[in-house]
């Protein structure tokens, strides 16, 4: 059997897991092209009018998966929280209603589950026990066998974020992600750090490859899926508590920790027009560069999003990077 996943919202996260999962059981996985601009127009035309172009750019995926004959079904889950008391966007926590209602004519091919990726391994069971079910596998040691090897995957994925290799290296490399964790990080003169949802900071055709760019200007780029979460969890300066959403936790914080480092020259953070949870962290980082001087950018993509205008921001920006190192600016 052929399961297709879409290249897009928790896919920057959690892919590892899924195809460690699916392939375990015999399945082959079948992803999505990268987004590009028929999958841009498709998802826009399909979804409703006052959402998140990232939520846009997924129902493109999705309808790019149940156009092709081979793909059997179509992993849509609905992920509602990562972390204790923390939730999921509202908009992606009902991801299988917004698909189901866009292609309805499809809705068999969908395959849906209820996950919550912070009560442990029983939940998880429960979960892909379900997904199991729907696609014909009621041997549980089965289930057990193939969730442990998406669990191994995934920790595996982690280890490599951890040496700072960013997640589209993982999934070129998923594989064989020993042989990723064993590659150097080439270190640069100057180092960027990325803060943002995953989805956001790794679809390089939404944001215009931010991160090939920098890199072709010999820049390093990190990003705050790459922080342990105990190296920023107390960063809670301007907040009176967390904030409600995990993924925008990791942006704050982690971006205030890379505010603070002494290896980090400059943060970028890329954000979704019409995202009202990114305004909340990019807010609370604004009040954070005016205390430490580091420059700060935003970058904010929708549907009209060109690629001039973002060339030209970041060469400024990384000319005010270079200027506050005393190297001058790129030009010269």
């Known amino acids: 059997m ?5 290249r897009g919202l928790y896919f920057y996260v959690y892919y590892p897991l ?58 849509v889950p609905r992920i509602v929280s990562e972390d204790k008391y923390k939730y999921t966007c509202p908009k992606l926590a009902a991801m299988p209603d917004l698909i189901k209602s866009a292609f309805r004519k499809n809705e068999k091919k969908l395959l849906s589950v209820v996950m919550y990726m912070n009560q442990g391994k029983k939940a998880l069971h429960e979960a892909f026990s379900e997904v199991g079910k729907k696609i014909g596998e009621n041997d549980d040691r089965k289930i057990k066998k193939a969730l442990k090897a998406g669990i191994e995957l995934q920790d595996k994925a982690t280890m490599c974020l951890r040496k700072e290799h960013n997640f589209l290296e993982v999934v070129s490399s998923i594989q064989n992600l020993d042989s990723l964790l064993e590659k150097p990080v080439k270190k640069e003169r100057y180092t960027v750090a990325l803060a943002g949802f995953p989805y956001d900071v790794y679809d390089g055709y939404m944001n215009g490859d931010v991160i090939k760019r920098l890199q072709d200007t010999n820049m390093r780029v990190v990003v705050t899926d790459m922080l342990e979460p105990k190296l920023y969890k107390h960063y809670t300066k301007y907040m009176i508590k967390d904030l409600f959403w995990h993924q925008a936790n990791v942006a704050a914080k982690g971006g205030m920790y890379y505010m603070d480092s002494k290896d980090i020259d400059g943060v970028i953070t890329i954000s979704s027009f019409n995202c009202g ?21 935003h970058i904010v993509v929708d549907e009209q999003t060109g690629d001039a205008g973002l060339v030209t921001r970041i060469e400024a920006f990384l000319d005010l990077i270079r200027v506050k190192r005393g190297d001058g600016l790129v030009a010269s």
Do not use: Q
């Open 277 to 297: 949870i990114s305004a909340v962290y990019e807010k609370l980082l604004d009040l954070y560069s005016k205390e430490t001087g580091k420059p700060l950018m």
């Open 18 to 75: 899924w195809y460690g999962f699916f392939t375990s059981l015999g399945h082959d996985v079948i992803l999505s092209m990268p987004t590009n601009k028929e999958i841009l127009n498709t998802g826009v035309s399909s979804a409703v009018d006052d959402i998140c172009i990232s939520v846009k750019v997924y129902h493109g995926h999705v309808k790019h998966l149940l156009g092709k004959k081979d793909v059997d079904h179509v992993f």
């Open 2 to 6: 052929k399961i297709g996943i879409p």
